[in-house]
């Protein structure tokens, strides 16, 4: 696939997951359940990416990019989609945590964060008695132009989440966590602390594989 440097309205999808034992023992089937899961969406997707909580080895993520929210619709239509998605399902244990977002960001910005050697999810949820559109929105706008200049950062897309309003979600690819802990606690510091001043935050990192040649 070609990917664009023009912005496009992609819609990742995010799933944190507990592994069950069978996985653990086995793990190269889920890698090839997703695959499998790749080629069948390959006209509906960009790619799926994968991998380990880097804080906590028990916990995994896998990232669905999808060319837009209708081609995950149309995806989940199909008739063969139960017996595509229930292998995946049987690989975790317990509850799921899944989010859905829309961004409208070139697909290579969005490829060159989920494969970078560190990738943090961002999950900004802004407090009640505040406005989303003029004041997170422009602060996250922000944030990302200040992340364009910083040294480590790799690329950096933000959405809004599709199931809370109140939610938006970031990816940002680092070469490493030195490089992010720099930039929050120097270029980044002030933006970020008015950021946590009218949100809750929640951030994750995750080493990722991709099932996207680049």
Request: aromatic share 8%; proline share 6%; glycine share 6%.
């Amino acid at each position: 696939m070609t990917f664009s440097l023009v912005p496009e309205t992609l819609a990742p999808e995010i799933i944190w997951w507990t592994p069950s034992s069978a996985t653990l023992a086995r793990p190269s089937d889920f890698r090839e359940d997703a695959a499998t899961w790749r080629d069948a969406g390959k006209e509906t997707m960009v790619g799926t990416f994968h991998g380990a909580e880097l804080d906590n080895q028990n916990s995994r993520v896998i990232v669905t990019v999808w060319k837009s929210l209708a081609h995950h619709q149309e995806f989940m239509s199909q008739e063969a989609y139960a017996d595509l998605v229930l292998p995946l399902l049987e690989a975790m244990k317990g509850p799921y945590d899944v989010h859905q977002v829309i961004m409208k960001v070139p697909s290579l910005d969005l490829v060159y964060a989920l494969s970078a050697p560190v990738t943090q999810f961002i999950y900004v949820t802004m407090r009640p008695g505040h406005g989303i559109n003029d004041e997170l929105v422009p602060l996250i706008e922000k944030l990302q132009k200040g992340l364009e200049g910083v040294a480590g950062c790799i690329a950096s897309s933000w959405g809004p989440s599709t199931e809370k309003e109140a939610l938006q979600i970031g990816i940002v690819g680092w070469r490493s966590i030195l490089d992010r802990n720099y930039a929050v606690n120097g270029p980044l510091f002030g933006i970020v602390h008015r950021i946590r001043e009218l949100s809750d935050v929640e951030i994750r990192y995750a080493s990722l594989v991709s099932d996207t040649m680049i």
